[in-house]
């Protein structure tokens, strides 16, 4: 699917939606749409950055797995055009993202901090 075919996410809430469906459907380049071109994504100890090293990163991922369940999304920090965007997944770990808001009014990820551990008590 092109991205000018490919619904933009109108809020910075529904990136994470927007993940679990394209994450799901195997899309990759959906999922590379999710984010600003010089993106950041970490992911444990994988770093990578624009969309040559997000687009890669997820291709391996999809490969190795194929069912995404879906997150609580949780209220987002907004700043203006900025915003800190969470989702809790099943096990209880936390994505973290930072957001922006571009030119056409829709959001893309500029920082994605995939699974945070919760600390046990």
Known sequence: MSDMHREGAE???????????RAN????????ALYESEAVLAAGRVV??????????????LARRSEFPAAEIL?????GSIAMTFARLPDGTLSVET???????????????????????
Do not use: C, M
Request: charged letters at 25%; hydrophobic letters at 45%; a negative charge.
């Open 11 to 21: 809020a910075p809430e529904a990136l994470a939606r927007l993940f679990n469906q």
């Open 25 to 32: 459907a195997g899309d990759v380049e959906g999922l590379v």
């Open 48 to 61: 990578a950055t624009g969309h040559a090293e997000i687009r890669a990163f997820y291709a391996d991922l």
């Open 75 to 79: 209220p987002p920090i907004r700043n």
């Open 99 to 121: 957001a922006r808001e571009q030119a056409d009014g829709t959001w893309r990820w500029v920082i994605d901090q995939l699974k945070i551990k919760p600390t046990e008590s």
